[in-house]
């Protein structure tokens, strides 16, 4: 079994900042991709940010400038630092881990139980 951890989130004025972490913790042989997801009232999920276990990030278009998501490889814990905020960033936001279990070496796809940000105008 595999917790992902989410902190920070929160309320900010739009123009502000917020950073979000994500911990895993557990049975963890390897993860190979860690991700940041969002979703608003009434949308569907959606890609914010990714980084692979070589490094190779992907952001979304709306937030590229704006963003920077990190990883502590070490420490198995993902970051999202957001900068200039704006009301459509207003969602909640997911961590996603995947990799492979140190119990039976199979595939594992976890998912955080999401953390608020809201950005007021």
């Known amino acids: 079994q595999v917790q992902l951890v989410e902190s920070g989130g929160g309320l900010v004025q739009a123009g502000g900042s917020l950073g979000l972490s994500c911990a895993a913790s557990?049975?963890?042989?390897?993860?190979?991709?860690m991700g940041w997801y969002r979703q608003a009232p009434g949308k569907q999920r959606e890609l914010v940010a990714t980084?692979?276990?070589?490094?190779?990030?992907n952001y979304a278009d709306s937030v590229k400038g704006r963003f920077t998501v990190s990883r502590d490889v070490a420490m198995n814990t993902l970051y999202l630092q957001m900068n200039n905020l704006k009301p459509e960033d207003t969602a909640v936001y997911y961590c996603?881990?995947?990799?492979?279990?140190?119990?039976?070496?199979?595939?594992?796809?976890?998912w955080g139980q999401g953390t608020q940000v809201t950005v007021s105008s």
């Open positions: 996603n881990s995947r990799g492979y279990s140190s119990l039976n070496y199979r595939p594992f796809d976890y």
């Open positions: 980084v692979n276990s070589g490094g190779a990030i």
């Open positions: 557990g049975t963890i042989f390897s993860i190979n991709f």
